[in-house]
């Protein structure tokens, strides 16, 4: 594949979006984390999420780095502050840990998508060496929108029975 190809061009577009995504996640998750106090599954389970996506912008980075590119701090930025906004607009809820669990398991959705088509353009453009950083980035991802799915459920009825007997609830 030759550097100018547009396969190329949108390989390495796709990998600077995807890692302005990871940033603007942990810009989103992070305020969360900081702020459970009700339910420390999901705590541990964000904490254990902020660690792998600390990883996954690593290894976008790496193959940002392996085509002679860098990420776009301009687009880490804005999506950085727009993560922490969305995370701010959730706080004023009085049923903020089910917004947050709604918008985090959409977002994981997300990820899988981006990370679906990452993939495809890879296979596309003949460029096996990122397969597997995207695999795992995607395995990450897919793993955690499954923890939110099925932990939806017990963190619904935790919130409801919190509020059932005045307690603090949000969060």
């Known amino acids: 594949m030759s550097d100018t190809s547009e396969t190329r061009i949108v390989f390495i577009t796709g990998l600077k979006n995807a890692h302005a995504m990871e940033n603007q996640a942990l810009s989103i998750m992070k305020p969360q984390v900081s702020r459970i106090e009700n339910y420390p599954a999901v705590a541990r389970r964000l904490e254990e999420h902020i660690r792998e996506t600390e990883g996954q912008i690593g290894r976008l980075e790496t193959l940002l780095e392996s085509l002679g590119e860098s990420h776009s701090g301009l687009k880490d ?28 398991f959409a977002f994981e959705n997300f990820e899988i998508a981006a990370y679906k088509s990452l993939l495809t353009i890879a296979e596309l453009g003949g460029i096996p060496s990122a397969t597997s950083a995207l695999k795992a980035n995607l395995d990450e991802e897919m793993a955690m929108a499954h923890w939110l799915e099925t932990n939806l459920r017990s963190v619904t009825i935790q919130f409801a029975s919190l509020k059932e007997t005045g307690e603090t609830a949000k969060i």
């Open 77 to 104: 930025m804005a999506l950085s502050v727009a993560g922490g906004m969305a995370a701010l607009g959730h706080t004023m809820a009085g049923d903020e840990i089910l917004k947050n669990s709604f918008a985090n």
